[in-house]
């Protein structure tokens, strides 16, 4: 039986330009493909993942060009709705940012950083990211 593993995202935006997603939720929907449980906390900037209506334009650095922009709402609803991984974002890391719940993608849950320590014990193993 696989061990729940809480995994607290707070690097934000690590590598997604070259790799159009965020390694770490790329990782976590393959794992929890191959039978691994995954709970995900966004918190500190990666919060901004599950802002619904956000965008990157391409980038261009001299004659490159990214054409394939990172979606990271996408990335987020995927894990929830598809994975069907729970993925909790903390409040006072959204109301720091001057994000509010209506902003966000569908079927997230919410967090305190109050309420966190207890969700860390409902798990086994907790990777902080």
Known sequence: MAKKTLNIVESAYRAVMEEQDDTVLWLLAAMQAAG?????VLRGNAVN???????APGLTIGQWKQTQAPRMNRDVLDLIENRKIAVYVVDEDLAERGIDHRELVTGMKFV???ELPKLIAEHQLVSHW
Do not use: F, L, P
């Open 36 to 40: 691994a449980e995954h709970t995900v």
């Open 49 to 55: 993942y599950a802002v619904a209506e956000q965008g």
């Open 112 to 114: 305190s950083r109050k």
